[in-house]
């Protein structure tokens, strides 16, 4: 009689069995809870899911590898690195180890000596070269991927492509027939609908991130070599393929940039319109389309963008259900930030709010300007600037030139008390550099401490100081204190010599040398100003001479020395020597001249001074009127 034995499943068998509920268990709870997207406890359950993956991998290594275990340890390895990816916000050293270790597995039970020296490119050389059963050589697949991800991250194209030269079986494994695109595109992913073993991440899915990062980091590369055609046709292959609306919009503002770069301002706008519109916290986009307002000259429309930046830089949080930490795979987590930072990073509130108000004061809208001033002001004394470790592409001024323009709106508004107590406050935190210097040799020996540029400029901003409280003190009518304010601002001036030869050299101090020209030549014409308002016209014309010997041609000097002479009846002198200039076309090379030397000032002078530039029209029609008569009685006499 025969006794039916019922079979018995090897136990190995039946270990992996077990092993791959376990593994399933954990991507059906991912899975359950990716539909809640309750993505505030998404830290905590990814950490309780890689322990017990990793407590998993460690039960299935603990046993030697074999055919029928491969392919659940490479699944496992798979999703446990696919987890601690985000965990760590990126590849870490440990990731390519883990790769490594599941490599050296797949050859133990084949390998006939140790295979723990051989390089990485080796040993997936090794592996892809040998016979797998598919399960195997599908799990490989998706491990290769993450591969490929690893050596993208750091920008090691030439392994990448050999190992997908391997997968698309090219003839030759130094074959550089394909771009990495290419090989990427036609590499065949297997179906894994009916597989038993279960994956956080589909392969699928891992090769249209791959394809999308790869060709994002490449554009990104020829931008950065100034190819911007180039770089146009990967962004644009980028943007075509599987990515995140944060990643879009990062493609679509670097596109934008390309075609800013290729002198197409229009196309431009349009790619940075559409960034905002795929992702409205796009703020780099934002900024781009100011700046290229700037260039334009379209002030009004720099200045709406500018006020919707800062707006959003003031309110902006990010919103955790807007985070798609949902796809564990995704280009964010290749990228390294450093190389985005010049195409996407934007200045900070602060930073923003300096524009708005120093756009203001360029429009000649001093009220606008003067509140914005005061408010980056309050802003500054309240708190410190938020950190960042890239370099800002609009960092603010230095403090002394903020307050210099603060000051300068103040005055243009007339709110002339304010001005001064705003140039005071320079002058106080400069006084411990400026104080006591007196002569040349002194400002030397300061070099020990700072270097000559920086005392250079310390004393211009403490002179600027001076000459706006001048003119603040002349329109409140405090005549003696606005001389006193223009003469403190002269002699201090006088501390700085530029000379053809020594430490200062006009030759390397163009700028500041014509900065200090001028600033020089308008604080003796205010001091002159202000002599003749006190009824001193001798002292008044002399400060004129004056003026005009610090800057030969000084415009300002020129047209009140006309005025003045005017007014004190020496009409003939006056009439003759006007109409020679005006004939002569003498009367718009001032004003051409002018226009350029307001080019070279900093704005907070050339927005105070150049109200002082021209002839007051009472005067031309006056001047207009005399030559006229004076015509008609000529034609009489004859």
């Known amino acids: 009689m025969e006794i039916e034995c019922e079979t018995e499943i090897p136990e190995d068998e039946s270990l992996v069995l077990l092993w791959i509920q376990e593994n399933n268990a954990v991507v059906k709870r991912w899975k359950d809870f990716k539909t809640t997207r309750y993505v505030q ?299 985005l930072s010049h195409y996407v990073h934007v200045p900070n509130a ?39 470790i890239y370099p800002s592409p609009a960092p603010l001024p230095r403090i002394p030139l903020i307050y210099l323009e603060a000051t300068t709106a103040l005055l243009e508004t007339e709110k002339f008390q304010d001005a001064i107590t705003v140039s005071e406050e320079v002058l106080e935190n400069l006084s411990p550099i400026t104080a006591g210097l007196t002569s040349m040799v002194e400002a030397e020996t300061s070099q020990e401490t700072k270097s000559h540029i920086e005392w250079v400029n310390c004393v211009l901003w403490a002179s600027t100081a001076h000459f706006l409280q001048g003119e603040a003190n002349g329109k409140l009518g405090n005549h003696k204190e606005s001389v006193t304010a223009y003469t403190r601002c002269i002699n201090i001036m006088t501390k700085v010599q530029f000379t053809d030869s020594g430490s200062f050299k006009a030759c390397d101090h163009i700028k500041e040398h014509h900065i200090f020209t001028v600033l020089k030549a308008s604080a003796f014409l205010g001091r002159s100003h202000q002599f003749l308002q006190m009824g001193d016209e001798k002292i008044s014309l002399m400060n004129m001479r004056l003026a005009l010997q610090a800057m030969q041609g000084f415009p300002g000097a020129l047209f009140c020395l006309i005025g003045m002479l005017w007014k004190t009846e020496h009409k003939k002198i006056v009439a003759l020597e006007f109409r020679r200039w005006r004939y002569q076309g003498k009367m718009a090379c001032l004003l051409d001249q002018y226009e350029e030397m307001k080019m070279e000032l900093p704005l907070h002078l050339a927005v105070c001074i150049q109200k002082n530039f021209l002839l007051e029209k009472s005067l031309v029609q006056e001047l207009e009127d005399y030559l006229q008569n004076e015509e008609k009685e000529t034609i009489t006499n004859s």
């Open 350 to 388: 602060y930073e923003v709010k300096y524009l708005i108000a120093n756009r203001y004061l360029k429009r000649n809208s001093a009220e606008q300007a003067a509140e914005h001033y005061m408010d980056l002001m309050t802003a500054l004394l309240q708190g410190s600037q938020p950190d960042s």
């Open 41 to 339: 406890t998404l830290k905590q359950k990814l950490l309780e899911w890689h322990s017990e993956l990793s407590q998993l991998l460690q039960k299935i290594q603990g046993l030697p590898s074999t055919a029928n275990s491969l392919p659940l340890e490479l699944t496992v390895v798979y999703n446990t690195l696919l987890i601690h990816i985000n965990i760590t916000g990126g590849f870490l050293c440990e990731h390519q180890e883990r790769i490594k270790n599941a490599l050296y597995r797949v050859l133990l039970p084949r390998s006939q000596g140790d295979v723990r020296d051989t390089t990485i490119t080796e040993l997936w050389k090794k592996v892809l070269t040998a016979v797998h059963p598919q399960e195997t050589y599908s799990a490989l697949n998706r491990l290769a991927g993450l591969q490929g991800a690893l050596w993208l991250a750091e920008n090691q194209l030439e392994p990448i492509i050999n190992l997908f030269h391997l997968f698309n079986q090219a003839p030759t494994f130094s074959c550089r027939k394909y771009t990495l695109l290419d090989l990427i595109k036609a590499w065949k992913v297997p179906d894994q609908a009916e597989e038993e073993i279960h994956t956080l991440q589909s392969a699928c899915h891992l090769k249209d991130i791959l394809y999308t990062s790869a060709a994002f980091l490449q554009g990104l590369a020829s931008m950065d070599a100034k190819d911007f055609p180039q770089a146009v046709d990967l962004l644009q292959e980028a943007a075509s393929s599987l990515c995140t609306s944060k990643i879009l919009s990062q493609i679509y503002t670097c596109l934008g940039w390309s075609f800013y770069k290729m002198a197409k301002p229009q196309t431009a706008l349009q790619f940075w319109k559409q960034a905002l519109s795929v992702n409205f916290h796009c703020l780099s986009a934002l900024y781009h389309t100011s700046c290229l307002y700037s260039d334009m000259n379209k002030l009004e429309s720099e200045l709406e963008a500018l006020t919707l930046l800062h707006t959003e830089l003031e309110n902006y949080c990010v919103d955790p259900s807007s985070v798609d930490a949902f796809f564990l795979f995704r280009t964010e987590l290749l990228l390294n930030t450093s190389i």
